[in-house]
């Protein structure tokens, strides 16, 4: 049990770490909104998991899970309404040009 | 739908009635409502509940998979020396109408494999995406056409 709780946070850290890193480092808005979007999501879930796991205790899974529910919900909907606005507004994405 | 809140009510009156108040005993509540109500078939007002319910948590699970999927793809592009996507803004043609089903098509697909919804054209018979990896702009639409949309309209619709 003590194996699976580390092994969901030090995951759920790493994604989290790279959603930051996919910040910096990604080269135009959508690809950055890509990098946390899906990264943050799923590392602040795993992270959430192993709380639940290592409390085992309905009062804090029950929380747990209704932060994810918030999550799931309002990650999507600030993204598109960040990629919306980018494109109302004519924004120049960035594209591969090494490969084309 | 009627059938969902019976079925809750099931459940709510299983947890009253055995004064056990945790998640186990609410879905075994379920269980066991589901199940009289799957005896209740003959006399069917909403013959459409199981399929729907079925369908419900296939689109759970591989909703799931693709977004872990998604996330290792992301991570490996976030993380790899040097950039191997190709992004593009795509049209998806919608067979989803209602508004509702729009809504969840375009959150489900934010959140899985490289794409992000951005907008919906006025009419509401595309849905615009920014896709990550768009070498070949017939694979994402069809892959989001058969994948999370077929699946989403089995549950929305009778």
């Known amino acids: 049990m003590e194996t699976l709780i580390s092994l969901c946070l030090l995951i759920g850290t790493f994604f989290t770490l790279v959603a930051a890193i996919g910040i910096l480092r990604m080269p135009d808005i959508y690809m950055r909104i890509h990098a946390v979007t899906k990264a943050g999501t799923v590392g602040i879930g795993l992270i959430l998991l192993s709380v639940a796991l290592f409390f085992a205790d309905s009062a804090v899974t029950s929380r747990v899970i209704g932060i994810m529910l918030f999550i799931i919900v309002t990650t999507p909907a600030a993204a598109h309404l960040l990629g919306k606005t980018m494109l109302k507004s004519k924004y120049r994405m960035w594209r591969n040009l090494t490969i084309r | ?158």
């Open chain 2, 1 to 158: 739908m009627t059938y969902f809140i019976l079925n809750l009510f099931f459940a709510g009156a299983w947890v009253l009635v055995n004064h056990a108040y945790s998640i186990i005993d609410f879905s075994i509540g379920f269980a066991l409502g589901l199940g009289s109500l799957w005896l209740t078939r003959p006399f069917g007002l909403d013959k459409s509940y199981f399929r729907r319910l079925k369908a419900a948590v296939v689109l759970l699970i591989y909703f799931h998979y693709e977004m872990m999927a998604s996330v290792i793809k992301v991570a490996w592009e976030v993380l790899s020396p040097e950039f191997r996507s190709v992004p593009d803004i795509v049209h998806v043609p919608l067979d989803a109408t209602s508004d509702m089903e729009i809504t969840l098509l375009a959150n489900m697909v934010s959140l899985t494999p490289g794409t992000l919804s951005l907008d919906v054209n006025p009419e509401k018979t595309h849905l615009i995406v920014h896709a990550m990896f768009a070498q070949d702009h017939a694979a994402v639409i069809s892959a989001i056409k058969n994948g999370l949309e077929k699946k989403l309209l089995e549950v929305t619709r009778e």
